[in-house]
T-cell receptor
Framework: KQEVTQIPAALSVPEGENLVLNCSFTDSAIYNLQWFRQDPGKGLTSLLLIQSSQREQTSGRLNASLDKSSGRSTLYIAASQPGDSATYLCAVQRAGSEKLVFGKGTKLTVNP | SQTIHQWPATLVQPVGSPLSLECTVEGTSNPNLYWYRQAAGRGLQLLFYSVGIGQISSEVPQNLSASRPQDRQFILSSKKLLLSDSGFYLC????????????FGNGTRLTVT
């Protein structure tokens, strides 16, 4: 059974700092890994999708990496801003499945 | 462009009452459709998913059911709500059979009293 873990559960940083969020998964037979952002009381917004054959994806100040063999992914946020404050979730889609398994998320607070 | 609509945004229902939450997707055809529940401290739990009209897969035995009467419509129902059904319900869609991201609606906050 695929399990996804995100550490830390919460993170508080000053504005301007670069930061890394971690995601690990137990079954390396994945189709893709996705990172999402969730603001309080809202749905999830897709940030990045990394296919199993890829090592990383970039969008603006965000960079996500994938090491399938070790079951790890990181989301790097450069020059953090207060508007980046949200909960970040990662999810993996198992090969041959239409379903995603989610981690519990990391709650990020960027202080002005 | 594709959009997903989910309603209502909030709902307060007494124990034992019925439930119907609706989700519709615009701008795409043959999507995969999903219902998730998010409870405090428990993360996102997949409840149901559908790869086509009338095709429903249930992930968790529970007091809920789902139906897909049309290609882009997904309904979550219950005949009698329990207190434990309280939570944040999220509908989502993705392009079937491809490496595409999951897109979520804005969710329904359900409180069972």
């Amino acid at each position: 059974k695929q399990e996804v873990t995100q550490i830390p559960a919460a993170l508080s940083v000053p504005e301007g700092e670069n930061l890394v969020l971690n995601c690990s998964f137990t079954d390396s037979a994945i189709y893709n890994l996705q990172w999402f952002r969730q603001d309080p009381g809202k749905g999830l917004t897709s940030l990045l999708l990394i296919q199993s054959s890829q090592r990383e994806q970039t969008s603006g100040r965000l960079n996500a990496s994938l090491d399938k063999s070790s079951g790890r992914s990181t989301l790097y946020i450069a020059a953090s801003q207060p508007g980046d404050s949200a909960t970040y979730l990662c999810a993996v889609q198992r090969a041959g499945s239409e379903k995603l398994v989610f981690g519990k998320g990391t709650k990020l607070t960027v202080n002005p | 462009s594709q959009t997903i609509h989910q309603w209502p945004a909030t709902l307060v229902q007494p124990v034992g009452s019925p439930l119907s939450l609706e989700c519709t997707v615009e701008g795409t055809s043959n999507p995969n459709l999903y219902w998730y529940r998010q409870a405090a401290g428990r993360g996102l739990q997949l409840l149901f998913y559908s790869v086509g009209i009338g095709q429903i897969s249930s992930e968790v035995p529970q007091n809920l059911s789902a139906s897909r009467p049309q290609d882009r419509q997904f309904i979550l129902s219950s005949k009698k709500l329990l207190l434990s059904d309280s939570g944040f319900y999220l509908c989502a869609w993705s392009v079937r059979g491809s490496d595409s991201p999951l897109h979520f609606g804005n969710g329904t906050r359900l409180t069972v009293t």
